[in-house]
């Protein structure tokens, strides 16, 4: 089965940064798009940003300068690099791939979330 696992969260303070990893595994014939949403209490999950399988990628208005999304083919993994990081960043952080596995379709995956808290 296919899984998201990410890492790399934590706390910092205002103005830190923090280096996001999703590390995709399983029944893998081909990955499409990824991305990073961010979901805080009380709120719905938003988009922070993403790339494509061609390496186009599209940010967030929030997050633009600040944060930057990368891939590595090889190792199955995508990036968030969070720099300038404000309070208002505090979020449960969600990996999403779009995947080819064993159905032979594209299907959507999500990581189980992990928080990033940026004290004032």
């Known amino acids: 089965q296919v899984q998201l696992v990410e890492s790399g969260g934590g706390l910092v303070q205002a103005g830190g940064s923090l280096r996001l990893s999703c590390a995709a595994s399983g029944s893998i014939f081909s990955i499409n798009n990824m991305g990073w949403y961010r979901q805080a209490p009380g709120n719905q999950r938003e988009l922070v940003a993403t790339?494509?399988?061609?390496?186009?990628?599209n940010y967030a208005d929030s997050v633009k300068g600040r944060f930057t999304i990368s891939r590595d083919i090889t190792k199955r993994t995508a990036y968030l690099q969070m720099n300038t990081l404000k309070p208002e960043d505090t979020s449960v952080y969600y990996c999403?791939?779009?995947?080819?596995?064993?159905?032979?379709?594209?299907?959507?995956?999500w990581g189980q979330g992990t928080q990033v808290t940026v004290s004032a």
């Open positions: 999403y791939a779009r995947i080819k596995g064993g159905s032979w379709r594209f299907d959507d995956y």
């Open positions: 790339i494509t399988s061609g390496g186009s990628t």
